[in-house]
Structures are given as C-alpha cells and as structure tokens.
C-alpha cells in the first residue's frame, strides 16, 4: 500500500497464442449484465481485447485475454482530493481494513498468507486510486477478487481502523495519561518519511505549483502538517462519493475466461447499485501567459560529497492532454532523445560539466496527470551557479530545436522500444493494468494505448513527410511555451528545526484544543485499539487455499551443458520470441582486498567510457541500435552448502534480436580487447552521477541498508556485499569524490579491469530459440576465442573464507530524518541445510503474526518484517519506524512471543503458502535456468527445499527458533536522526 511515484510505462511482450474469447463475443452481446461495446485484436501483444459497459451502473470493464497463466485483476476509482489531508491515501489503507464480508482486522494482509498471489497491493495516485493483484491460481483468482470487491464497496471503514492508519493522538505511554502526547498513525509516519527525500519533497513542489487550478494543488499522500486535519466523517464522506460502481474501472488479464468474473461482480456487487454521475474528469490547466518560479528549502545532507553543491535547479514544463496516446508516445520519444545516454543533448550540456551530480530523479516525461508534465533538472549544484544551469537548459532546447536529432538516434530509440514489445517479463499483465489505469482514468482510450506498433508507424510517417518534425513539437512543447515553472531547492541551516517546530506547534494547537472529556475520549478510543491490536480473532471468514493447491513439483527447465574451448557453457533453449539472451560471470577472485572497493566502479564504467575505434558516445550509440543494453554487475554469490565460500565474480549479460546476435558479441569483443580508460573528465562525470544515485536512495531504501550494516559482521559474502554496495561503500565513495583525486580512481579502475578483462576466467550462458541456437553459440564460439581467457578450471569460482569469524556489531547512522530505519541480524546457514526451510517458515510466521501488529500497528511504522536469505542471516528490520530503538526491543522478544503463541496447522499453512509466493513466482524464457547458472541451485535441489517446506512442522519452526534466535551473536544497525539513547551506550559505532 502506499502513494504511486511511478508506472511501469513501456509493455514486455511474449510471443504467445491468441487467446480464444467466449464463444460468440460480439458488439452488442450482453454478459451478465454487462454489455460488449468493442472487441479488438493487439497483434504486437497477443491480446485479444473485450471493451464492455455495466447496463445498471455504467462501470467500464476491459479484459486483455492472452495465453500467460499470471493473470491480473484491478479496481480503480477517479479520486480527487480537494486538500492535502491526505484523505485518498488513508481510505486507500482504511479500505482493506476490513469488511462486511469479512469483518476481521487487515484482510488484506491477512490474505498475503492465505494466498499464492504474485503481486497484492494498493495504490494512490494523483487522482486515481487502483488496488491490482495477480496470481496463476484460479481458486486464488476468485478468493482475491472476492475480497478486494468486498473491501472497496463494503468496508467497515471503523473509527479505530482510522485512528491507526491516518493519525491519531494519544499519551507516549497509554499507561500514564500525562506522559507526553503525541501524533501518531501510519499513513502520517509514511509521509513523514516521504517528506524527508529533498527530491520527493521538490517532485511534489512542483506538481502543486505547475498544475495549481485543480487537485494536483493538493498534497494527494497527505502533507504531515495536514493529515491531522482529516476527520473520521471525511473519510466516510470521500469513500461515498467516489467508490461508487459509476465511477469505477476495471481490468481483467491473463488465460482465465472472464465470464465468471462478470457474472460474479454483477451479481455480488455492481446489480445493487443504481447508476449515479460519474465524478468529473480533471479539467486541462489553463495555459500561462508567462512562466513562473519558486524558491524551496530543505535540509543539508551530510552525505553530499561537496558541502557548497546541495542546490538542485530544475525547469518543468506542462504539455499535452495525457490521454492523448500519439501525443504521449511523441513526448516521451522526444523526452528519451534529449536526456537519456551519452548522445543527449542534456547529458552533454547539463552532466560531463561536471556543475551538477546528476539529473535530478523527478527528471522526464510524466504522464500520470491530466496535463502530461516533463522536467529536466540537475542536483548537486553550487547556489551561485542556478542561473547558468537555467541558461543552459534554456539554450539546449534551442540549439535541439535548430539541429534536430541524427537519423541513428532517433533508430536506436525507436529500436529500444520495438525490442520492449518483445522482451518478456513475468508480471508483463502488472505492468499493463497500471499503465493503461491513469489515460484511462482522464477518459483516454485504453486500446490505442495498446497500440505499440501502430503509434510508431504513425511516428515514422510524420518524421519521413516532414524532416522537422522533432524540432517543431520541441519549439511548441518547450520554447514557445510559456506554461513553465522554474524550481530551485536549496538548503538552509536551520531546516529540520522549522520542520520540528511547525510540528511542535500543530501537536501544541491540536493539545490545546482538547477539553478534559475529549482527552478522556481520546485516551479511551486509544485503549481500545491497542486491546484490538493485540485481540487474536478468528480469522476463518476469509477463504484460503490449502497445501494441495500448490503445484506438486515444478516444471523441471532443461539445460544443455557444453564447453567451447575450455569455457564451460549453459545453453537453454525456450520460446523467447526471437531474441537472445547473453550471460556470463568473469571471476574476480584475484582482485587484491585493496582494490575491492573499485569494482563496482569498474561495473559501472565499462560499457561508458568508449573502446578503440569509437568513443562513448559512438559506442553507446552502437550499443543502442543493436542490443537491448549492456550491464555489468558485482556477483557475489555464496555457495549451496556453506555461507564461508562463495564465487566472486562479475556478471556481464545482454539481449538482442536473433538478427543481431553477431554484432552483439562484437560490441562484447571490443570492450574486453579494446576498452579505453584514459578519460578523467568522463570517469568524474560517471562517479559524480553514481554518489548522487546512492544519495537519492538512502531515504528510499533505508531498511536494506540498515539490514546490510546489521548482517555484515555475520558472514563472508554479508561482509563484502556492505563493503561495496552499502553504507560503507557510499561513505567511501564519497570521501574520494571529496578529495578530487579522479586520475587515481582511474588508475585504480584499470588495475581492476585488467585483472577481470585479461587474467580472469569465465563461465556463460544461453537462453534462445531453437532454430537460433546455432548461430548464438558460434558467435559466442568466435567472441571467447577472440579475448582468450584464461582456462577455466571448474564451473563456479569459489573463494574459501573459513577464517572469517563472525563478532557482534552496533551501528548507528545518523540522517536527518524524521523517522528511523532498524535492522538486527542473527547467524543462521546456508541453502542447503535442511534448517533452511523451517527457518523461511519462522520468518513468515514472524512478519504476519508478531512484527506486523508490534512494529506497525502498535508502533506506527510504515513496514517491518523478518527475512532468512542463503547468505546465512536471518534480518529483522523496520521501515520508516517512529520508535528506532524501541523497535529492537520488539526484535529481542521475537523468540518469547514464538513460545507463548499458540502456533496451529492453520498458521503454519499460512506461512506455507506465503513463502511459495516466492519459490514458485513466474520466470520468464529469458531467465529460465539462470538460478542455477547464477546460485547453483539445479532443480532437483530447489525441489528437494520445496519438499521440506511443505514437510516442515511446528516442532521444526520452534527448534530453529531456539536454536538461532537468541545465540547472543548479532549484529544491529539503525538509520535514523541524532539520539542520545546510543552516545551514552558504548557498544554504539555512531557515524
């Protein structure tokens, strides 16, 4: 559950069958209650399409039929907040809160457990609220689709289930009515966190501002200082004038025949309703006559590798009606030409300067909103130099509009497209439901969205019959268009004391305000939701699937091993619609610990700094038209049967149309025999841009790294991981940033390169269709002949760190933040354990019955959960926590509630089906075989772990329990502001 920041908005298409229709589904056919407007092919997705109206009540169905078995369901509502109390966010929580039909507390995550579903969750947006699962059940299909209806049109909405979720005031200790009060709830602690981003803070700024007519002026996730406004009857009010049946879309998708979906929301729900007015499209925001700006604090982030460069400048622009489909797929063409890769004119102008660290992450092409909206901005910037960031914007758009872009630019973006339609991924309906929900939602035609090859056809007419197009539609949209918004954040001093003030004084007003009665009131509605919280109710209302619904084994993947040369190979053959799929870890055992830190610098600037023959630009370009891009990643992937040895190596993969498989080995070939690292200039601007990714992150992904920091001292592979991806790695990064000293970083980059380019050994893999495998294997024949590595002498490249010794470790990280990220870790084993399992088991059992009603309901946090990996740790951790330290008591406790809990067949069921989510979730033909290439893990291994799972008893979960709980061996780490609670506490490293 939470705010929506972003869709996924481009398809991932596999080359299915057609699904069939009902028999004789035609315009004009009534369904259960539901009329066929349009019944439509998309040939480029494999989808049949059925368009339909609800006679009764006007809802709009659209079902996407397609032979892909994770089929998808979603509900959503135009919902438009006319203040930012917040109030579509916390009805969006309050909702799955429970309902008539089941009335129990949180059905929603209650049925994470009861479930085999791929993807459940809730989303807010701008002015749409959507709540979409998927599963490859059908049994499952039906028992969420039951409980999602119930929730959105018969919810209880309780005045305690409010009180938790939006915010609420009672004592710090509900035992002593004068201990001090405070504001609590969790959809007021989320946006506390949110508002602790500088950049989601500036996102926001500028939605309000440039768009300022209507409800994007609204804080749509709630402002913290605004939330507390939002009464109980509000909420209702909102529920009963927008989660009407008039006013809702759906989405059906998948292999499942959507009959029996109808027929069951007609007869359960939409046949109780009378039609109403639908509630108003979002008007198109009148057009200025002049541009305007704004001028936003925040705080300094001691992060920042440079003190006197936390500015961020950034200009945005409102363009077209997003539910126009040609329009939107122009701009964000055009938004893909000027800012993405080293060939755009903005990464030219604004990024190898070196006058920023990065684009700022609210830049590009939006269309989540009425008025689409485009930003381009930079962060990192000195406050003097805002006025020249402004004037190269300004003249980058002018010199765009003047030169037009190349021919083969413009081929490389369209190809990178084209190869998205084909590309497949496992949640491709997902990702489908939530990009057609916000032009849908504005009254756009969801099918011509669909249209992928259509729009581009068009496209490519218009740039053929009028050679300046591009430059015309970049006249109209960005300089001759005088609706912009210039926004310049920068910090100030006393930031978070006017933060901590203006909340003193809204908690003081809201105090104040009270009478002894409501106080009394208050204190007693505050009871009693703690005596709900801690009620063990009974839950057997909600359906659930059982053990045998689980598929007995699964589909085993057939692997062809074979060695070219002496380069041991995985070749798997599946159904990847004509594209080829290109792996392979180079070992990087022989990198010396003092040049650890630079590989993954060495990862992220091998395919960016240009070969023999080609610079970066002209590589990247190559890169582009023939591939669907080059990665290079850090793998650090422990062994099956013991944490202490891993393999230590660097992934490479990429992917391509079959017609292309040749000179995609080629590009391989040139960076192995040809890369050049010579460029200082070059090498600053990508370090820079990478310190101000890690800093955008912290906010966002502070429970991973406090998890990281917590689970370092545990294992080898813990250890290294932390060292060179977490807070560790970052602080490092950003002392050398500081020091300037880039002529060394690349000295010491080459040293990694040459070592992993040139002494290393590497393994491979294949995934491609049959009539291709030929072709892929000589070409990689040719590729591993021409770079001749060293000879392989064995299939994984394990490094033995028996010597590690584990030791206990605290660590406290100091933001200025708002709220706190906490982690605890303890020892566990590794994959093959026969511990393994129960252990997964205890997790779950842990996160649905323990830490969800201690840490988030009791404790306001926004999330919290226990987590076992094959790493060897098991990580308990909190997300955007009011309490911190308070929560590691919770943590401690984990094994007496365990005890105590009366742990039955139902609940272990649960926790049963809650982790075959994840063992069993959909891979697609491109990855199928990469777990055991990547982890070693065959099939008959990863079955044998699905065995004992199933196997797996109470006895079991309360013997590892006891068994690694509590060893005393631990490590902790916690993000959060500045505490006295650690300084005086000595087993504290505080950073």
Partial sequence: MGILRGFLRKGNFAALRFQSRPAGSFVGQEIHGFIVKRVEDIPELFIKSTVLSHIKTGADYIHLARDDSNNVFSIGFRTIPTDSTGVPHILEHTVLCGSQKYPVRDPFFKMLNRSLSTFMNAMTGPDFTMYPFSTQNDKDFRNLMSVYLDAVFNPKLEKLDFLQEGWRLEPENLEDPNSKWIIKGVVFNEMKGVYADPQSNLSQKIMNTLLPSHTYATVYGGDPLKIPSLTWEQLKNFHRQFYHPSNAKFISYGNIPFENHLKFLDEEYLSKYDKIDRAAVVPLEPKWTTSRRIEVESRNDPMAPEKDKQTTVAVSFSLNDASDPLESTILQIISQLLIDGPNSPFYKSLLEPNIGIGYTPVTGYDAHSRNAMFTIGLQGVKTEDSEKVIEVIRTTFEDAAKNGFPTERIEAVLHKIELSIKHQRSNFGLGLAMGLTPPWNHEGDPLEFLKVNERLSRFRNQI????????????????????????????????????????????????DSLTK??????LQEALELNKKQKHIEDISVLPTLLIEDIKPMLEKTTLDHISIGDTNVQVCLQPTNGITYFRAILSAKNVPDHLRMYVPLFCSLATEMGVKGLDYRQFDQEVQLRTGGFGVGQHISEEVSSVMKYEDGIMIGSHCLDSNIEHMFKLWSKIFLDLTLSDVGRLETLVRGMVGDYINSLVRMGHAYAMGGASSCLTPVLNIRESTEGLTFIRELRTLTESGKFEQILENVQKVAKIILSDSQTRCSLNCIPTSRDLAVKSLENFLTSINLEKSDSSRFVVDRSTFKPASQWTYNILPVPVNFVSKAVPTVPFSSSDFAPLRILCRLLSAKYLHTEVREKGGAYGSGAVVGSHGALQFYSYRDPKGLETLEVFNKSLDWLIKANIDDQMLLEAKLSVFQKVDAPVPPGSRGSRFFVHGISDELYEKHRTELKQTRRDDVLRVAEKYLNTGLCGVSVLGPQTDKVTSDNRWKIF
């Fill in 464 to 511: 053929k019959e009028n050679p300046n197009f591009l430059q015309e539609k970049i006249r109209q949209y960005f300089i001759d268009n005088t609706h912009q918004l210039i926004s310049v954040m920068s910090p100030v001093v006393d930031y978070e004391e006017k933060q901590l003030s203006s909340e003193q004084s809204l908690l003081k007003s809201k105090i």
């Fill in 517 to 522: 009665d409501d106080k009394e009131i208050m």
